[in-house]
């Protein structure tokens, strides 16, 4: 009796090891950081770390529809740069004497930088998708040209100010406090200790994560990308109209993006050319750790936002106990090359 259930069990243990792994890994990893500082645990940090991830995981919702497709975006970190300048150099405060518009008198609203921004980064959108559904490319190779095309128009849109290529800084405080405020849930002594407030960007990344997921799985768009993205020949054969669904795939990324952007430049409070500097790979990195497949067809949103708190949360733990910046970087792409490994093993077994 023993005998027959025994390679079934271990097989399941060994299913379940390989579908989780990652996950034990850096579970693993947070309890080491918070053995080492127990200080590391508590809800300010964890405010902190979501407050972080927010604007990233934002990014990722939309990165993660090209992985599912079985292609990926290596444009989206220069896209948010390219956007974040656009929102910044609107939202500078008119008392501002070095502010990129002078002839600006009066506070703009938020949905100004807002719309900008998405439809900024809809128009890369579209010519990766473009590049992917019509002229059959690579997106690797479409969304590397776009990702140099939106550093060059970043760098020449902030080097065009008055004063050269100055930090696009000091925003007015409605933007400001649209970006960085919060629900107070828990109010503060009279001393001015305990208290909890929500920040609104957490609020932002959740409203977009529940968006997406209907998206996903309650729309004929997220059925059809998970077919192309599983068998791109059969969901052809099937009647699915593939051109048009990939461009709704970009496109859909395409507000995220601009609504990263806009959220990010009043977060970070200072955009210049180094802006989105790697937040694509942050977002890939986010999707991979939470279960999208780049072999395509594989996928979930709370996967996603899972993936990109717990990378979120590994970052933050790094620079908690001091670990040095260049080491943080080998840490970071040891853990992607981890998920990618573990990714191909998960595909070659189900194969």
Not at 65 to 77: F, P, R
Not at 242 to 250: E, H, T
Not at 336 to 344: N, T, Y
């Amino acid at each position: 009796m023993e005998n027959t259930k025994s390679p079934l069990n271990r097989q399941k243990v060994n299913d379940f090891l390989l579908s989780y792994a990652l996950y034990i890994i850096l579970g693993l990893m947070i309890v080491v950081v918070i053995s080492i500082n127990p200080a590391f645990l508590s809800i300010s940090n964890f405010t902190k770390i979501l407050t972080q991830a927010s604007t990233r995981g934002i990014l990722a919702l939309g990165a993660a529809g090209m992985i599912v497709l079985a292609g990926t975006d290596l444009s989206a970190g220069r896209i948010v740069g390219v956007c974040a300048a656009v929102s910044a150099s609107l939202m500078q405060s008119v008392t501002y004497a070095s502010r990129m518009y002078k002839n600006i008198t009066t506070d703009l609203p938020v949905i100004v930088p807002l719309v900008l921004s998405i439809a900024i980064a809809m128009v890369f959108c579209a010519i990766n998708g473009f590049g992917v559904s019509k002229l059959n490319l690579h997106a690797f190779i479409v969304s590397l040209g776009t990702q140099l095309i939106a550093f060059g128009v970043t760098c020449i849109y902030i080097d065009s100010q008055e004063n050269g290529a100055q930090a696009l800084s000091s925003f007015n405080q409605t933007f400001l406090n649209f970006v960085n405020g919060g629900f107070e849930i828990i109010k503060k002594k009279e001393d001015g200790s305990g208290g909890f407030t929500l920040p609104y960007l957490i609020i932002y990344f959740a409203v977009a994560a529940v968006i997406m997921w209907v998206v996903w799985n309650k729309t004929a768009l997220g059925k059809n990308m998970f077919a192309i993205g599983g068998n791109k020949e059969a969901a052809a054969v099937s009647g699915v109209n593939i051109a048009k669904n990939i461009m709704g795939v970009y496109l859909v990324a395409g507000v995220l993006y601009g609504v990263a952007a806009c959220l990010e430049a009043g977060r970070i409070q200072s955009v210049n050319t180094g802006t989105g500097l790697n937040y694509d790979l942050d977002a890939i990195s986010g999707c991979v750790i939470g279960g999208v497949s780049f072999s395509g067809g594989v996928g979930t949103i709370p996967g996603v936002v899972i993936g990109v708190v717990l990378l979120q949360m590994i970052n933050y733990s790094l620079s908690f106990l001091g670990v040095n910046p260049y080491l943080q970087y080998i840490i970071k792409g040891l853990i992607i090359i981890l998920a990618v490994s573990i990714d191909v093993r998960k595909y070659l077994v189900k194969k």
